[in-house]
C-alpha cells in the first residue's frame, strides 16, 4: 500500500515539542499487539525532563479502530 506500515503488527508512535509544535522530536514506537488483541496498551517510558511538552501520538494499523481512553502517569522529579 506504500504507507510503510506493518499491517499485522499495528503500532502507535510517540512525539513531543518542547517549543509549542514547531519541532518534533524522533517518535518512538510502541506495539499495539496483532490485529484482533484487544487488551494491548503502548507503553513509553523514560522521556525525560519538562516543564511543558506538548505529545503527540499517531496510529498505524490496516484498519479502522477506536480509543476508547488514554491516562498518563507522570512521576515528578526530585
Not at 518542547?18 to 494491548?40: F, I, K, M, N, Q
Not at 498505524?60 to 512521576?75: E, I, S, W, Y
Amino acid at each position: 500500500s506504500g504507507d510503510g506500515g506493518d499491517h499485522t503488527n499495528p503500532v502507535a508512535s510517540l512525539e513531543w515539542s518542547d517549543d509549542g509544535g514547531r519541532t518534533w522530536s524522533t517518535p518512538r514506537v510502541a506495539a499495539l499487539g496483532p490485529v484482533g488483541e484487544y487488551d494491548t496498551r503502548p507503553t513509553w517510558t523514560r522521556l525525560g525532563a519538562f516543564y511543558r511538552r506538548v505529545l503527540r501520538v499517531t496510529f498505524r494499523a490496516p484498519n479502522k479502530f477506536v480509543v476508547m481512553g488514554a491516562t498518563t502517569q507522570l512521576d515528578a522529579g526530585l
